[in-house]
């Protein structure tokens, strides 16, 4: 157990819809990151928030978005979703001490499915 | 943001030494060598870090060596359990719009 909890785990929507992934960080991890992993396309960094701002944005479709709360806990927003969004979701946290950021902890992730 | 280059897949058997060697040419001065390990369906975990010549912890070993331009991630007498796909990744801890580039992995097969 990383400590990383992501909800939920498993989501089945249509084209179109929008829905909202939630993660939230190990006790004291002031970054998280977002990851999504398909298939065909490996694990794909897709953006990065650093004690409520954004740090680093990756390959991150217009039609997703995160943000991070006070609490420190994260969200991603996928919009107008298509077939090709099917994929599994992982959220990391790290400390985000500039000294070692890429030692990051990764939760069970979210198995998004589009129909 | 400097590239990895790892091989694709590797097998070995139970009890083996296992070397998984990454290729980082345009690797900068102030760039990490950190690998993971993902099994099916899991979010990848951190094995170690380093910077340079050699890193040891309770997994694994990490060589890198005097140019940086390659690392080996050196995994003692592997087990059943040791299958899984291995990511190295290289990175300025000190960029903050640096990317997180997993690549492909190296997908090891330990056999019985």
């Known amino acids: 157990d990383s400590g990383v909890t992501q909800t939920p785990k498993h989501l089945i929507t249509a084209t179109g819809q929008r829905v909202t992934l939630r993660c939230s960080p190990r006790?004291?991890?002031?970054?998280v990151y977002w990851y999504q992993q398909s298939l065909d396309q490996g694990l794909q960094f897709l953006i990065q928030?650093?004690?409520?701002?954004?740090?680093a944005k990756g390959n991150i479709l217009e039609r997703f978005s995160a943000q991070q709360f006070p609490d420190l806990h994260s969200e991603l927003n996928l919009s107008s979703l298509e077939l090709g969004d099917s994929a599994l979701y992982f959220c990391?946290?790290?400390?985000?001490?500039?000294?070692?950021?890429?030692?990051?902890?990764f939760g069970p992730g979210t198995r998004l499915t589009v129909t | 943001l400097a590239k990895t280059t790892q091989p694709i897949s590797m097998d070995s058997y139970e009890g083996q030494e296992v070397n998984i060697t990454c290729s980082h040419n345009?690797?900068?001065?102030?760039?990490?060598i950190t690998w993971y390990q993902q099994f099916p369906s899991q979010g990848p975990r951190f094995i170690i870090q380093?910077?340079?010549t050699k890193v040891t912890n309770e997994v694994a070993s990490l060589f890198i060596p005097a140019d940086r331009k390659s690392s080996t991630l050196s995994l003692p007498r592997v087990s059943l359990s040791d299958t899984a796909v291995y990511y190295c990744?290289?990175?300025?801890?000190?960029?903050?719009?640096?990317?997180?580039?997993f690549g492909g992995g190296t997908r090891l097969m330990v056999k019985p």
């Open positions: 006790s004291g991890d002031l970054s």
């Open positions: 990744l290289v990175g300025d801890v000190n960029n903050a719009g640096n990317m997180l580039t």
């Open positions: 990391a946290s790290s400390v985000g001490a500039v000294q070692d950021p890429y030692e990051q902890y």
């Open positions: 928030y650093y004690n409520g701002e954004e740090r």
């Open positions: 345009n690797i900068a001065t102030n760039d990490y």
């Open positions: 380093g910077y340079k």
